[in-house]
């Protein structure tokens, strides 16, 4: 048998590895992020997690480039004399809360709807459906599970 000479590490070593959950559907799988300078440079599963055990599919693996669009919202904006203006999430919540009290308490809850994503986790949908059902007071929810 031969030796394998050990070889230059890769000027892609991470610094660090990072276990997340996928954000593109609701199943849960379990990535994990090589990181070096602040930028995911591969993504690969972690073999001993459910659900996926070390699969992924296309978009797990390779559809991460959104982190970096620059359009992507990295805070919450408020319209205010007709520009968007950057806002604190207290601030931003605070307003959407106020807005929705004043719309149900105008027009009744019929007149809200909430549409979830199929981004989110079944855990984050089921919320949502009671947000809708339990606070607000109304079925008017739909979900679009069309990637």
Known sequence: MTAIAPTQPSPLTAER?????????????QLQLH????VV???????N???????LC????????YLWHPDRLTTPLIRRN?????????????LVAERLSTIKAESGPDSIALLCSAKCTNEENYLMQKLARQVIGT????HCARL
């Open 139 to 142: 079925h008017n929810i739909d």
């Open 58 to 65: 296309v978009k797990g693996r390779f559809g991460h480039d």
């Open 82 to 94: 007709g520009q968007l203006e950057p806002a604190s999430w207290d601030e931003a919540l605070s």
């Open 35 to 38: 990181i070096k300078d602040n």
């Open 41 to 47: 440079f591969r993504t690969d599963a972690p073999f």
């Open 49 to 55: 997690a459910p659900p996926n055990y070390g699969k």
């Open 17 to 29: 590895t990072v276990q997340t959950t996928c954000a593109y559907c609701g199943v849960g799988c």
